[in-house]
């Protein structure tokens, strides 16, 4: 088996060792020696440390190189939409098997990817594009092929849990928290695509995918960063027995019509820390899975890192060469459900609002009405004195389930009261508080 790999970064020079490392047990395991055929990479000359390689390999010729007779399967471990997608299509027309850890170029269009490969009659595989070392998609992908999946809620990005995690555990605020995770580099120069929530986004996207037969893209997930979260709201939080996640949620529902539809969002949320995910700290990943027959599993682990992803990605490339050896190609792409994906205004959620309010009769009254007009039943209301000494009252109001446009109108006539100073906290409660 030649492999041609494009890029080695983090992932890519991870690929390299351990294929070097252990290259006498994946070529029992494939039933072929496995050997690189090729390198692609940005700049030749960089220093690389002490990869264990022919520097000979190296070229800034990604075309030319999965273009080679020679290669049977394309790693691309180079990240972004283009040039990667061209690649990708390229290879996978010319019938070569592609292993990828994409997330963004999956979820941008990953249906250009699944189409080509049907035409060339290669392997796409993708298990590290999402939460890393752990296995997430060929579960989703095969084992659970028989049953039928209901949600998917997950931590799966490392950066903002950490983040996250470290504002729970110290009570540090969100930027103290990211400039620890950048000082121990958790967090990248620009941690924008974490931190706002666009790389959770398009893992949720990829993983909505798979669980529910349907495509769905990064432009149907809804999505919210963590940069608002506070100090305030992570004690908050922490008073009623809970923490703050950022969550990767895939849901199935069916309307009163029969009407089954999907409804895909990341956003931060309050869970209860008696759910299984707030215990997963530091930067580990874990994925929640519930369906019909099998009941609720979870996935834990490394959801990055050089070697955790390089592991799935050898995982995949082994999978591949093994179907390439056999002459078969794995199952295509399922999307024969072609659900509707559900705007966020109608998925069904609850709120955690903190509002500073004029402490004088009549408060509550005015406050409760403003939710009974948008049908949303309060589940719990507490209130103490606001700081500053004014004379003002601090409302806690936990929400039961209302449609997610339902309770965005409440926070918004509440804003336009005169008795409300401000509404200081929004956040969505999940598992079951
Ligand atoms: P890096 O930035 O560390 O490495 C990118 C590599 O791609 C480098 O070797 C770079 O070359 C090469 N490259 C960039 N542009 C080009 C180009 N135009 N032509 C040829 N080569 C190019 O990225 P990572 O290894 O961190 O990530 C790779 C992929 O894996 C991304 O899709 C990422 O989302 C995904 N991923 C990463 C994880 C992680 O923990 N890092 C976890 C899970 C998925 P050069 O070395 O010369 O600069
Ligand atoms: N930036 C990502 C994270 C890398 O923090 O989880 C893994 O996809």
Known sequence: MRLALLGCGTVGAEVVRLLHEQSADLAARIG???????????????????????????????????????????????????PARSWLVEALRAGKSVVTANKALLAEDGGALHDAAVEGGGDLYYEASVAGAIPLLRPLRESLHGDRITQVTGIVNGTTNFILSAMHTTGAGFAEALEEATALGYAEADPTADVEGFDAAAKAAILASLAFHTRVGAADVHREGI???????????????????????????????GQESVNVRVHPALIPLTHPLASVGDAFNAVFVEADAAGQLMFYGRGAGGAPTASAVLGDVVAVSRNRLAGVRSASESSYAALPVRPMGEALTRYHISLDVADRPGVLEAVAGVFARHEVSLAT?????????????????????????????????????????????????????
């Open 381 to 433: 209301v507490r209130q103490g004195p606001a700081g500053g000494g004014n004379g003002d009252a601090v409302l806690v109001i936990v929400t039961h389930v209302a449609p997610d446009a339902a309770l965005a109108a409440t926070v918004d006539e509440l804003r336009g009261l005169e008795i409300v100073r401000s509404v200081t906290s929004v956040l969505r409660v999940e598992g079951g508080f």
């Open 227 to 257: 940069t608002e979260v506070t100090a305030a709201d992570v004690a908050s939080a922490k008073a009623m027995g809970c923490t703050i996640k950022l969550l990767c949620i895939a849901a199935r529902s069916t309307d009163a019509q």
């Open 32 to 82: 072929a020696p496995l050997e690189i055929a090729g390198i692609a990479v940005r700049r030749i000359g960089r220093d690389r440390g002490e990869l264990p390689v022919d520097p000979a390999l190296f070229t800034t010729d990604a075309l030319g190189l999965i273009k080679r007779d020679d290669v049977d399967v394309v790693v691309e471990v180079v990240g972004g939409i283009e």
